[in-house]
């Protein structure tokens, strides 16, 4: 769809948003587009860059992506934005839609100086960072609820969660790293020049704020995959211990099934023959299997420890006592 707006006297906007193939044609024939450059326009995976051609000068941005298109609300990604500059007018080119673009298409900014069209391209891009820092905000906050809930259960479906949030992070990363490497080819390339100083702050100011996003995007992922490295050790440790357990019960019922197998031999054992040798011979497995239990636990093992440790400590009290006396 492709809409003539107008932002300020000196030039005409025109912006392509959803566009299909006829709004392709229309941009291609009517506006003097190359194909190529609309092409890497359309390419999800197309990075930041500045080129001069004859006629115009294009820069292709990247943006938010819109969060209502967004099935998953934990994935976040961004889209490419082609901006071509005409003497006389803007033409963006946007293959899906972005709170970015609705906010100057319903002059939602304050402040932004897009009285010329190089002063709204770094509108665009300043915009563009503080909607990214906006993002990262969220999906920090998500992450934290996500943690709790690790907390107290985990399950697969957290863990899912934490990988679709990291994935977001490394698309939010990419995306914030290609916008400083054309910000800082704007400042320095002589075929983009600003008109005043107010913009020449501007500008300042945006290369800021996406090395403030480029921060919040890296400490996140940082953080993030200490954390998921963390539950994975604690799940480990969760399986070992289950393991454990499980070793100690089949050891236990070892011991019982040593004796009865012994007695149910086809020979004669002494006190077969009594009615009681039933019951002394299941109180004997259970305290057999009592006492293998108490013996291959943690309590006794820790009960070792300690009596050897206190022993250590009873030698090396005496060992000073008797160097004192010496």
């Known amino acids: 769809m492709i809409t003539i707006r107008n932002t300020s006297d000196k030039y005409t906007w025109i912006d392509a948003r959803d566009i299909n193939r006829d709004d392709i044609s ?12 609309l092409a890497d ?11 001069k051609e ?32 005409y003497p006389d007018k803007v033409i963006t080119i946007c293959q899906g839609d972005s709170v970015v673009l609705e906010d ?11 009285d010329t069209k190089e002063g709204f391209v770094i509108s665009i891009l300043g915009r563009s960072a503080l909607v990214f820092i906006r993002i990262l905000k969220y999906i920090n906050r998500q992450k934290d609820l996500v943690e709790e809930q ?26 914030l790293t290609s916008n400083e490497m054309l910000l800082e080819k704007m400042v320095k390339s002589p075929i983009f020049k600003l008109n005043n100083e ?17 921060a919040m995007a890296n400490i996140y992922s940082d953080i993030l995959t200490g954390t998921m490295d963390a539950f994975a050790s604690v799940i480990g440790n969760n399986m070992n211990v289950i393991m454990k357990r499980l070793t100690l019960i089949s050891l236990a019922l070892m011991f019982p099934t040593f004796i ?17 040798a039933w019951l002394v011979l299941a109180f004997a497995c259970l305290m057999v299997a009592i006492i293998g239990s108490y013996i291959i636990s943690d309590r006794h093992n820790s009960t070792l420890i300690k009596a050897n440790i206190g022993e250590a400590k ?13």
């Open 260 to 276: 009865t197998g012994f007695f149910g031999m086809n020979i004669h054992i002494p006190g077969t023959d009594s009615p009681w």
């Open 54 to 85: 004859d006629d115009y000068l294009a820069f292709i941005v990247r943006i938010p992506r819109d969060e209502e298109d967004e099935e998953n609300p934990l994935t976040r990604n961004a889209v490419p934005l082609g901006i071509v500059l």
């Open 104 to 114: 100057f298409a319903r002059s939602r900014f304050r402040q932004y100086p897009v």
């Open 314 to 326: 009873k030698r090396k009290r005496q060992a000073k006592v008797k160097g004192k006396r010496l």
């Open 26 to 37: 229309v941009l291609s024939e009517d506006y003097a587009i190359s194909s190529e450059l």
């Open 150 to 175: 690790l907390h107290k259960s985990v399950m697969n479906y957290e863990l899912i969660q934490l990988l679709e949030i990291q994935k977001s992070l490394v698309y939010l990363t990419t995306s």
């Open 198 to 214: 107010d913009e020449t702050d501007f500008l300042d100011d945006v290369i800021t704020d996406n090395k403030q996003a480029i």
């Open 41 to 51: 326009i359309l390419d999800q995976d197309e990075q930041s860059r500045m080129e």
